[in-house]
């Protein structure tokens, strides 16, 4: 397929307000389970595909692909919040689309990491709704600084907290407190373990 819509030999497939509508219909038939959890893989895989098929269909491709951000930070700890600063700083309007974060360290016995959480993200990030932690350490560091941080997360009026391990049920009330505007929250097999060595 050519970049406008084109088969090689030149003949029109569909217009590009056609597939644009068929690549909409791709996110808005998993409304419900994306309420439960982020991108479904199937539908992840096909937004992908659909955003490397050809050039016309890139654009709405991506902008559904940035509604729902995913932070894996079970390998690289930090540098993958570095490597996802990089993405969302890019001078592009996606990000002004995002509505969820998910920040997973598939290990809830990694390294503490999602502590960096408010640094840098509300900033750049400040239209998300829906906030979803899991499979990690969140420690959090003495002083107000992280909660200060977190209370820039004004937009966000859904938390789901699961797997997650704490320090003290003190921090997970200064985590839920800190947000301001905070409507729906779940907690699903937290963890409470001494503070990291």
Same mark, same amino acid.
Request: charged residues 20%; hydrophobic residues 45%; aromatic residues 10%.
């Given at each position: ?131 979803? @932690?899991?499979?990690? %350490?969140?420690? *959090? =560091? /003495?002083?107000?600084?992280?909660? !200060? ?22 921090? @997970?009330?200064?985590? %839920?407190?800190? *947000? =301001? /505007?905070?409507?729906?929250?779940? !907690? ?10």
């Amino acid at each position: 397929m050519a970049n406008d819509g084109r088969i090689s030999g030149g003949a029109r497939l569909l217009p590009t307000e056609v597939c644009e509508k068929i690549i909409d219909n791709v996110m808005e038939e998993n409304a419900y389970r994306l309420r439960m959890r982020m991108w479904p893989d199937d539908v992840f895989k096909t937004l992908q595909a659909c955003a490397l098929t050809c050039h016309a269909w890139t654009p709405r491709s991506q902008l559904h692909l940035f509604r729902f951000l995913t932070i894996d930070c079970s390998q690289q700890g930090r540098q993958r919040f570095v490597e996802f600063y990089d993405l969302v700083e890019r001078p592009n309007a996606l990000r002004e689309h995002t509505e969820a974060l998910l920040i997973a360290a598939n290990n809830p016995n990694s390294t503490p990491v999602m502590h960096v959480l408010p640094i840098q993200i509300p900033r750049l990030l400040h239209r998300i709704y829906r906030l979803k @932690l899991i499979d990690g %350490v969140l420690y *959090l =560091p /003495n002083g107000h600084l992280f909660q !200060l941080g977190m209370r820039q997360f004004r937009t966000v009026h859904e938390l789901m907290l699961g797997a997650v391990t704490f320090h003290s049920v003190h921090d @997970l009330r200064r985590v %839920v407190g800190a *947000l =301001p /505007n905070l409507r729906y929250l779940v !907690l699903l097999w937290l963890l409470w373990k001494e503070p990291w060595p």
